[in-house]
């Protein structure tokens, strides 16, 4: 494993160098030719759970496509992904990597990305999203970016900065929040726009789940090593449960808003049965308010404890009715999802949900279709708006004080370690957030 002592700000003055070149070369003729025949090379950062699905969803979304190169912080994380792709026998044939083109360590990024590949798909822990992000954006690469695009402020206004600069390249950046790409929930939220509902009045949201994965610390494992192995348990990584795994839920929400921000927010978390060393220091619930304009509020609820009620659904209440975007099916709570009651009732029927493709497949099918059409797509601005959403949740909770928007796009609260990015240097793992006590900063 390679070992590099450079933080955040200093990533990108690190690939400066090896991406200069790039960024300042003609963009590829195949994103600007249509009915190109091109085969597309594949590049894949972060060899975890949801990149090892990622990278199957990219090979099956275009005929002429080929992984070309991979990377990740550990070898063996490069391996499966591998050994699993070569045991598909219709994805076998699209696995073009030799050794020399598998990369690891901190810095792997930037040899995938400067490896020759047209299109990256992003599936790191989510703090280095934003420095993955932008070096690519700034080689001419084409990207699929797993939710969410970042942890702290300083991150999201990282990324906000590259959508113009994804635009003026023409190149397509697609989120992986995948319910936007999901047509039952598309054609849902599409008759809410329309004004099927009337005013909105109130949005909720609950995403209430069990404990997630965890990986026993090994023998020989360094601070740091254990820590990214375990990345949803550290904020500095993950953003707490809230940002990586609700922000999908509260985009939803950001989607019924038409991507307009909420005014300002409030909440309450806290840690009461993930207490062992092992879940580092994270929350395992948290409830927000959001209050948008127009007196209109969203209830968000979130939690990770096993042997609770779990219940994962998204209801819109306007003027004229309601929706279910999510619902449930329990006796005396016959919700369904992509519904409507109310003046303009309506049920999405059954077989549609059936034949829709679904979110994963679709969200890669429709980036290649975009590269193969020159028709880009550039989900940045909202997607980062989305985290950003997460973002201030986390921090009403940690701290216990009401937040503004502009106040949590504002924060100067930089999770980027002090230690640098090094396997023999770990961030020293924080107290638990206690609100009233923790500062927002």
Not at 115 to 144: E, M, Y
Not at 173 to 198: K, N, S
Not at 315 to 320: N, Q
Request: charged share 20%; glycine share 8%.
């Amino acid at each position: 494993m390679k070992s590099s002592s450079a933080n955040r700000r200093t990533f990108l003055k690190t690939t400066a160098a090896t991406t200069a070149a790039a960024s300042l070369a003609h963009v590829p003729n195949f994103v600007h030719a249509q009915g190109n025949n091109q085969t597309l090379k594949v590049g894949l950062v972060g060899c975890g759970r949801r990149g090892g699905s990622a990278i199957q969803q990219a090979l099956l979304a275009d005929r002429d496509v080929k992984l070309w190169a991979i990377g990740d912080t550990f070898q063996d994380k490069v391996d499966g992904v591998l050994a699993n792709l070569r045991g598909i026998p219709n994805l076998a044939r699209k696995v073009d990597v030799t050794r020399e083109r598998q990369f690891t360590g901190f810095n792997a990024f930037t040899q995938v990305i400067n490896s020759g590949v047209d299109v990256v798909c992003l599936c790191t822990p989510p703090h280095f999203r934003p420095a993955h992000l932008d070096a690519a954006i700034r080689a001419n690469k084409h990207v699929f970016c797993e939710k969410p695009f970042a942890v702290d402020a300083p991150g999201v206004r990282r990324v906000l900065a590259l959508h113009d600069v994804a635009r003026q390249r023409n190149l397509s950046v697609v989120a992986g929040f995948c319910w936007r790409y999901y047509e039952p929930m598309r054609q849902t939220v599409r008759r809410i726009h329309d004004g099927a509902l009337g005013d909105i009045q109130v949005l909720h949201t609950n995403y209430l789940t069990t404990d997630l994965w965890d990986e026993p610390r090994q023998e020989g494992w360094s601070d740091m090593e254990w820590q990214i192995r375990n990345w949803p348990y550290f904020t500095w990584l993950s953003g707490d449960f809230n940002v990586e795994q609700h922000c999908h839920s509260l985009d939803k929400m950001m989607w019924i808003m038409r991507n307009t921000p909420p005014l300002r927010a409030y909440g309450v978390g806290g840690r009461q049965t993930r207490t062992a060393s092992r879940y580092g220091h994270i929350f395992d619930h948290m409830a927000v308010v959001y209050e948008f304009a127009n007196d209109v509020r969203c209830y968000s609820f979130c939690r990770q404890n096993t042997g609770t009620h779990t219940e994962v659904t998204d209801h819109v209440v306007g003027t004229r009715g309601t929706a279910n975007l999510l619902g449930v099916n329990q006796p005396g709570r016959n919700w369904p999802a992509y519904s409507i009651t109310g003046q303009n009732a309506w049920r999405l029927p059954a077989a549609d949900v059936r034949r829709a493709t679904g979110m994963y497949q679709q969200e890669h099918n429709e980036l290649f279709a975009s590269i193969r059409n020159a028709r880009p797509i550039n989900d940045i601005d909202w997607a980062a708006k989305s985290t950003m959403l997460a973002i201030l949740g986390r921090m009403t909770c940690y701290t216990g004080q009401m937040l503004t928007w502009d106040q949590a796009l504002n924060s100067r609260e930089d999770l980027t370690p002090a230690t640098g990015y090094r396997m023999d240097r770990a961030p020293a793992i924080p107290e638990v957030a206690r609100p009233g006590v923790t500062r927002f900063v």
